[in-house]
């Protein structure tokens, strides 16, 4: 018995026709071509997060910096309204509102605590850390005074 078709290929050999001379290449099956693009895709919107977060983080920076440190000549004040932050902040940013303690050791007697109030915003990545941290004013406790990138086991 002879097969009818003697150019074509037995199907468990998943093998593709080439011309003579050359090496038979494989066949890809579906499903290591659907795990071979699922991780092109995964790998491009990995890059795109970090881009975009990295982008967004630099530009918020960068508008929160312009605006503390701008003078209002009328009022002669530095800085900006807590509600006017959000106008400042580019993307998709984490927002936490915190109030921690801090302890100043005077020249001569007991620590001093007291405590502050921050406003922090970060940016999702998985490689990096993006975050800044707002401090506010002493005297007016709704004015953003401070604008300070976050660098994990420095000044977190």
Same mark, same amino acid.
């Given at each position: 018995?002879?097969?009818?078709?003697?150019?074509?290929? $037995?199907?468990?050999? #998943?093998?593709?026709?080439?011309? $003579?001379?050359?090496?038979?290449?494989?066949?890809?099956?579906?499903?290591?071509?659907?795990?071979?693009?699922?991780? =092109?895709?995964?790998?491009?919107?990995? $890059? !795109?997060?970090?881009?975009?977060?990295?982008?967004?983080? /630099?530009?918020?920076?960068?508008?929160?910096?312009?605006?503390?440190? $701008?003078?209002?000549?009328?009022?002669?004040?530095? +800085?900006?309204?807590?509600?006017?932050?959000? %106008? #400042?902040?580019?993307? !998709?940013?984490?927002?936490?509102?915190? =109030?921690?303690?801090?302890?100043?050791?005077?020249?001569? +007697? /007991?620590?001093? =605590?007291? %405590?502050?109030?921050?406003?922090?915003? *970060?940016?999702?990545?998985? !490689?990096?850390?993006?975050?800044?941290?707002? +401090?506010?004013?002493?005297?007016?406790?709704? *004015?953003?005074?401070?604008?300070?990138?976050?660098?994990? +086991? =420095?000044?977190?």
């Amino acid at each position: 018995m002879e097969n009818s078709q003697p150019n074509k290929p $037995a199907d468990d050999q #998943h093998v593709s026709k080439t011309s $003579a001379g050359e090496k038979p290449l494989r066949k890809r099956w579906l499903m290591e071509r659907v795990v071979v693009w699922l991780g =092109i895709l995964l790998l491009i919107g990995i $890059a !795109f997060l970090e881009g975009s977060s990295r982008n967004q983080y /630099e530009t918020s920076f960068k508008a929160l910096q312009t605006a503390i440190n $701008a003078r209002d000549e009328k009022l002669r004040t530095v +800085g900006i309204p807590v509600g006017d932050v959000g %106008k #400042h902040i580019k993307g !998709f940013a984490f927002h936490s509102d915190k =109030i921690e303690e801090e302890s100043t050791t005077p020249v001569r +007697g /007991e620590p001093v =605590i007291t %405590k502050k109030r921050y406003v922090r915003y *970060q940016w999702p990545s998985l !490689f990096r850390h993006y975050e800044v941290k707002l +401090g506010f004013s002493n005297t007016d406790k709704d *004015q953003v005074v401070t604008v300070d990138p976050v660098i994990p +086991g =420095i000044n977190n």
